[in-house]
């Protein structure tokens, strides 16, 4: 008797995290047609192929950061349209996740320009934001830059789902987008959430002017951590004006769908993130995106500080894909 047939489902593949470089770059390289059939599989293995979970972000307290991200436009080191801000009211957050929950979300982000988590009253205050979030039955992630292990408790504590810190690009590059903080300080804050445990949400960046060699250095670095992120944004660059960004070349489309693929067969059973950028992308390229195994996208006008799809145009191309919201868990 087949294992079907005695009602035992087929073994899942084994999730890995030996994963060479050279592995990944032989996956990578594929043919778009291979990759995108591999990248199938391994996502109809573990999810659900017709749907896509909602996301909203929000930003809690903007600019004015310490940090010099060559890509960020909330950094205080470059001059850009943003307009700094204090750490929003509680109750202001709590009501823009019910309308995201209204909309759809069942996961809510809330991001902070901070280098660092500090204690004191504005992480209180987050600390009731992250409890009355999840109250109303909603995923509840938070970025908010590095944090020690008894922030991280107190976090998990406060009931938050997920915290978000992402690697962006590979160990060599990261030296040329980021000065302010390195490699094992994003490391670390990743193991203290982790060890408290609350769900890990990494990604990086695609589009920062890095090599192939960078992005095969960032998808092993996130594939080497065991366990996986249960979360992988993969954000196309958003060149933001008074960045130092700002005048790159746009990214190929196809270099995008092709790294998402890859993050989909390393990490099978991730939630694989299509991030910010997505309102540079075409209608297809998103399709495929989808194809590649992405299996989340935020929604809403804003991200943080930049402009996304607006609502009505996201329902049209969800609806041409015959896409559904996944509902909570
Ligand atoms: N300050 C915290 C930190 O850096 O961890 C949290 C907020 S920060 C805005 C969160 C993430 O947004 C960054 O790690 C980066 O990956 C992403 N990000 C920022 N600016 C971006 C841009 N212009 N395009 C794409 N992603 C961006
Ligand atoms: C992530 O990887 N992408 C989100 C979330 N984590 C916090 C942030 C994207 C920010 C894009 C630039 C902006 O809107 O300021
Ligand atoms: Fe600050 Fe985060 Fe922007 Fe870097 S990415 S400048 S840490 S807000």
């Known amino acids: 008797m087949s294992q079907k047939d005695a009602g035992v489902s087929p073994a899942r593949t084994a999730l890995r995290h030996d994963w060479t470089r050279?592995?990944?770059?032989?996956?990578?390289?594929?043919?778009?047609?291979?990759?995108?059939?591999?990248?199938?599989?391994?996502?109809?293995?573990?999810?659900?192929p017709r749907r896509v979970q909602f996301c909203r972000l929000l930003s809690i307290k903007t600019?004015?950061?310490?940090e010099d991200c060559t890509y960020c436009p909330q950094s205080a080191h470059y001059?850009?349209?943003?307009?700094?801000?204090?750490?929003?009211?509680?109750?202001?957050?709590?009501?823009?996740?019910?309308?995201?929950?209204?909309?759809?979300?069942?996961?809510?982000?809330?991001?902070?320009?901070?280098?660092?988590?500090?204690?004191?009253?504005?992480?209180?205050?987050?600390?009731?934001?992250?409890?009355?979030?999840?109250?109303?039955g909603m995923e509840v992630c938070c970025?908010?830059?590095?944090?020690d292990d008894s922030q991280a408790g107190r976090l998990a504590d406060a009931g938050l789902t997920a915290y978000n810190h992402n690697l962006d690009t590979s160990p060599e590059f990261y030296g040329q987008i980021i000065t302010t903080r390195n490699y094992d300080d994003r490391l670390r804050?990743?193991?203290?959430?982790?060890?408290?445990?609350?769900?890990?949400?990494?990604?990086?960046?695609?589009?920062?002017?890095?090599?192939?060699?960078?992005?095969?250095?960032?998808?092993?670095?996130?594939?080497?951590l065991d366990p996986h992120p249960e979360s992988v944004p993969i954000n196309a660059l958003v060149r933001v004006a008074g960045t130092p960004l700002e005048h790159l070349d746009a990214l190929d489309p196809l270099v995008f769908v092709?790294?998402?693929?890859?993050?989909?067969?390393?990490?099978?059973?991730?939630?694989?993130?299509?991030?910010?950028?997505?309102?540079?992308?075409?209608?297809?390229?998103?399709?495929?995106?989808?194809v590649a195994g992405?299996?989340?996208?935020?929604i809403g006008e804003k991200l943080l500080t930049t402009p996304n799809p607006e609502p009505d145009d996201d329902a049209a191309m969800l609806q041409s894909l015959g896409l559904e919201p996944l509902p909570l868990q």
């Not at 445990?197 to 002017?209: A, D, E, P, S, Y």
């Not at 997505?278 to 495929?288: D, T």
């Open 79 to 136: 001059t850009t349209e943003v307009s700094r801000g204090g750490l929003l009211p509680v109750d202001e957050v709590v009501e823009f996740a019910e309308r995201a929950r209204s909309e759809g979300a069942t996961r809510f982000c809330m991001g902070a320009a901070w280098r660092q988590v500090q204690d004191g009253e504005d992480f209180e205050n987050i600390l009731k934001m992250v409890s009355r979030v999840a109250r109303l």
């Open 143 to 147: 970025s908010l830059g590095m944090l």
């Open 63 to 66: 600019g004015g950061c310490p």
């Open 258 to 290: 092709r790294t998402i693929a890859t993050a989909r067969i390393l990490m099978p059973a991730s939630m694989v993130r299509l991030s910010a950028g997505r309102k540079a992308l075409s209608r297809e390229a998103v399709a495929l995106c989808f």
């Open 189 to 224: 804050t990743l193991a203290s959430v982790r060890k408290a445990g609350v769900t890990v949400c990494c990604g990086g960046i695609i589009g920062l002017g890095e090599s192939e060699g960078d992005r095969i250095g960032l998808l092993h670095q996130l594939s080497s």
């Open 294 to 298: 992405a299996n989340s996208l935020f």
């Open 22 to 48: 050279e592995q990944i770059r032989g996956i990578y390289r594929q043919p778009l047609p291979d990759l995108l059939y591999s990248a199938q599989k391994a996502h109809r293995e573990f999810h659900d």
